[in-house]
């Protein structure tokens, strides 16, 4: 989600277009507009970055006839990557999840199909979308200043993309690398950190903003470190911390945005500047937490190490064999939910699964949850009370399950069991999200409202349930009084759930939206009315949530969205439901108009998504 230059290597700045007048709302200029620059412009633009401005083609591209640039045997080596994060990762436009570039040029095969299943993709067409119409490629942040001061000049729309690990796209800062450990890190700028951040020397990794968790965690294993990241391998850390940020490790060590201690940023008004806890303290602390791709462009981030623990990985894999004892697993999965916070106070985190129609022909249930630096035999005493359930329904004949235990003696090792290779693009959904508290966790009857109203389904003919909840562990409330932007329910949660809806292949927008839209204010409401005054993930809650400011800042939006207007006051980076999102709004046409009073008059004041996609820098699910 955040920009990197190695650390400063290289970073790319999104150029967004879109396809109408910008005349008649005061609009960000799209090509078919006046103001729009002109190729003369646009290479003299060029000239003043050392020639990094690229101009974007969707990958896709390569597979249809009626592009310059078909190409049959490229077209067939991007249909056998499509579906895993190193290709999309490694393209400076493509994302993880090209529905929210509106599906706008999916590869087909040679018949035209779609590699998403849909018949018609071919007679569809290729077209731009909510792809980027120019990419430009900074090596140094002193690119990153011109490109954004250019931009600001000529009122075109900026985002942000680091590693494409989103669920709603967007600025390429992939090549920014760098990975630097430090022994004996001390924050010169800042000796008397309030924080405790920098205080005083401590062990700290200093990243680019391009780089993603696996090749952080390969690096600090050189050197007997970790540091907290994703447990996804391609997530880039900028984003995924600046959101928040929960990873194995956080039971131990804390969120990511707990971890920060500082970051060299590029403001919308094209400063370069150093930001911790002594220097630009609000925006340090807006970004800690506060979410990304809205603030600045961050180019790289020193964090907190740790000495590698001794790593132990507990896997259990369950499925419901007879249909007619749904009942019984209901009850089981119940049980399981209110032991999580005892198991979160013993060092535990991870994160489970249910899943059902229509990714599994059964109900299945999965755990995968990590534990540091404990005795061998913890992790089954633990596990007693729950298999003492699960063995009672095997005796009936009515579930199976297997269960195992690993412990490495260091992070890397039991890290390298997580799969190296992860499906994407294969399905559209809609997801939303709650962090549920303790105390409502260790509630039977509250969990037991949460899966009925929530819980997958076996049914083939029910497409309107979930097909995936999962569970996913958060930091203990160890870190309760660091002054960070993050939502203060996050101290207070067992869990972060999240719940997804699969939709059909080819589906319509309109299907599409009527979808979004009973997930928004149907099931989410009902879950709020099961867990009120909590909130949800910045990096993985439902976009399209009306209470969006209160659900992923809660009392620090205020103060939040006057550190945007501080730092970003003409409104030059812009996501949904990011903060200060509100000022515009996305029509459905694709263009990026201001808003009135926070609602644009096009729209009747509701807010959708245009024919482009959406541009959120959501980071993916980090599990």
Not at 95 to 103: K, M, R, S
Not at 296 to 323: C, E, H, M, N
Not at 453 to 480: K, Q, T, Y
Request: net charge neutral; charged share 15%.
């Amino acid at each position: 989600m955040s920009l990197i230059w190695s650390l400063l290597s290289c970073t790319i700045l999104y150029l967004y277009s879109t396809s109408a007048k910008a005349l008649a709302l005061d609009c960000k200029c799209s090509p078919n507009d006046s103001c729009w620059p002109s190729p003369g412009e646009w290479q003299a633009f060029n000239n003043t970055i050392n020639g990094k401005l690229i101009s974007a083609v969707p990958p896709g591209a390569a597979c249809y006839k009626s592009q310059p640039n078909y190409d049959a045997t490229a077209c067939n080596s991007i249909l056998a990557q499509w579906h895993t994060s190193s290709f999309h990762l490694q393209d400076p436009v493509s994302i993880d999840y090209p529905v929210w570039t509106g599906d706008s040029c999916l590869p087909i095969f040679e018949n035209g199909t779609g590699i998403n299943g849909d018949p018609w993709a071919g007679e569809k067409g290729c077209s731009i979308g909510g792809y980027p119409v120019y990419v430009v490629n900074a090596t140094g942040p002193e690119e990153v200043v011109t490109a954004v001061k250019w931009a600001g000049k000529q009122n075109v729309r900026v985002n942000i993309k680091a590693t494409g690990h989103s669920y709603m796209g967007s600025i390429w800062t992939r090549n920014l690398r760098g990975i630097k450990f430090h022994s004996n890190f001390q924050n010169a700028s800042c000796p008397g950190d309030k924080s405790g951040q920098g205080a005083q020397a401590q062990l700290a990794v200093t990243v680019g903003a391009g780089e993603v968790s696996y090749d952080v965690v390969q690096e600090l294993a050189k050197h007997g470190a970790v540091a907290v990241t994703a447990l996804n391998r391609f997530v880039s850390l900028i984003g995924w911390l600046t959101g928040g940020g929960h990873g194995p490790l956080s039971s131990t060590y804390g969120m990511g945005s707990d971890n920060l201690i500082e970051a060299n940023i590029v403001t919308p008004m094209g400063e370069f500047l150093t930001v911790n806890a002594c220097k630009h303290a609000d925006l340090f602390w807006a970004i800690r937490g506060g979410g990304g791709g809205t603030y600045g462009v961050i180019t790289s981030a020193v964090i907190k190490a740790f000495p590698t623990p001794q790593t132990t990985r507990w896997i259990l894999q369950a499925q419901l064999l007879d249909k007619f004892k749904q009942g019984q697993w209901w009850d089981l999965m119940t049980y399981f939910q209110t032991l999580v916070p005892a198991l979160k106070q013993e060092g535990f985190q991870g994160s489970y699964r249910l899943i059902g129609h229509p990714l599994t022909s059964t109900l299945t249930f999965t755990i995968s949850f990590y534990l540091y630096d404990k005795l061998n035999g913890t992790v089954e005493a633990s596990f007693k009370p729950f298999k003492k359930r699960l063995d009672e329904m095997v005796r009936a004949g009515s579930v199976a399950y297997s269960s195992n235990v690993f412990t490495e003696p260091s992070y890397l090792k039991a890290y390298d069991r997580v799969l190296n290779t992860e499906a994407v693009a294969h399905v559209n959904f809609v997801l939303v999200s709650r962090l549920i508290p303790v105390q409502l966790m260790e509630d039977a009857e509250v969990m037991a409202r949460v899966l009925k109203e929530m819980r997958p389904s076996l049914e083939n003919n029910d497409a309107l349930s979930p097909a995936i909840l999962i569970g996913c562990l958060v930091a203990n409330s160890a870190n309760i009084n660091l002054k960070t932007a993050l939502h203060p329910a996050w101290r207070e949660a067992a869990i972060h759930l999240l719940i997804f809806r699969v939709l059909a292949t080819g589906i319509s927008s309109k299907s599409m939206q009527d979808a979004r839209d009973d997930m928004t204010y149907n099931r989410m409401m009902a879950l709020k009315s099961i867990v009120p005054d909590s909130g949800a993930y910045f990096n993985e809650m439902d976009a399209f949530d009306p209470d969006w400011q209160n659900v992923s800042f809660g009392p620090n939006y205020k103060k939040l969205r006057a550190i945007k207007k501080k730092y970003d006051h003409e409104g030059l980076l812009w996501c949904i439901s990011c903060v200060g999102s509100e000022d515009w709004v996305e029509i459905e046409d694709g263009r990026l108009c201001r808003a009135d009073g926070g609602t644009c008059p096009a729209l009747g004041g509701r807010r959708r998504v245009g024919k482009g996609g959406v541009s959120r820098n959501m980071q993916r699910l980090i599990y």
